[in-house]
């Protein structure tokens, strides 16, 4: 004789099957064990709403916003400077960190829209389509970094470094490294991958930040390496693609499943 489940209360289906959100997803089969989001898929629902109390879970929220805040401010300021060196001195590696300065308050305010919502901090779909916005974000911006470093390799075009571009580069370093770590912590604790996806970009300004000075160390005391500066920007531009491919194959598929519900957001 087979026990009747009421098909109303999804809390005693799965206590009475003796399954869990870690174990196995309700009123299927496949156990999630085989892919950690295969739960969060099947509810809309991102892995941090089954660790986070509704209250931590809007408190790492707020401090998510307040971080992009605080990056997109920061960086934009440091765009802008970078900017003025470049034209006012011709500066090219100025340039190349302004271009991705640019690209952190892109990422930053992606991050900004996807939390603006209180009612949707473990919403996958929301989550989803910012990876997919940063993913596209990520190809466009690598290519312009790989043509730049190609074209600056190309001309022989040596590195420069004034005391103003010194002084915005160990800033910069320093600060994205900084953004970085918070943002790599956000991340993990609501498991956002868009989070985590602005975080690596903040470490890659921080990267480009320090190689800056890098190659203009090197290029002083030995003139051979004058392609140390290009060589690092089109490694990082190759870097940034690679992750932004593999961010639009994992999520685009997502988007797609998880589409229908954003009606319930």
């Known amino acids: 004789m087979e026990t009747a489940i009421p098909e109303n209360r ?3 289906l799965r206590e009475s099957w003796g399954c869990s959100s870690h174990n196995v997803c309700c009123g299927s089969s496949p156990p999630c064990s085989e892919t950690t989001s295969y739960c969060d898929r099947a509810e809309g629902l991102l892995e941090s709403s089954t660790r986070l109390k509704p209250h931590e879970a809007q408190n790492y929220r ?27 001195r011709y500066s090219a590696s100025a340039f190349g960190f302004a271009f991705d300065a640019i690209l952190d308050v892109l990422s930053s305010a992606i991050v900004l829209w996807r939390y603006s919502n209180a009612a949707a901090v473990h919403s996958a779909h929301r989550e989803y389509i910012a990876c997919v916005i940063l993913g ?23 590195p420069e470094v004034d005391d103003f571009l010194f002084s915005v580069s160990i800033l910069s370093g320093i ?18 991958r868009a989070l985590i996806t602005d975080g690596f970009n903040s470490l890659v300004g921080g990267v480009m930040g320090f190689s800056i000075l890098l190659s203009a160390e090197v290029f002083k005391h030995n003139a051979a390496v004058w392609y140390l500066d290009g060589s690092i920007g089109v490694l990082i531009g190759l ?3 690679a992750y932004g491919v593999k961010l639009l194959i994992d999520m ?14």
């Open 252 to 265: 685009v598929p997502r988007v797609r499943q998880t589409r229908h519900y954003e009606m319930f957001e």
């Open 239 to 241: 870097t940034i693609f």
């Open 62 to 88: 707020k401090k998510a916003l307040w971080v992009s805040w605080f990056s997109i401010i920061v960086t934009l300021a440091l765009a802008v400077a970078a900017f003025t060196v470049s034209v006012m």
């Open 136 to 158: 596209v974000i990520f190809l466009l911006s690598s290519i312009c970094i790989v043509v730049k470093a190609i074209h600056d390799l190309s001309t022989r075009l040596l």
């Open 175 to 192: 600060l994205c490294s900084i953004l970085a770590v918070l943002k790599f912590m956000l991340g993990k604790v609501l498991t956002s």
């Open 10 to 12: 999804p809390g005693l």
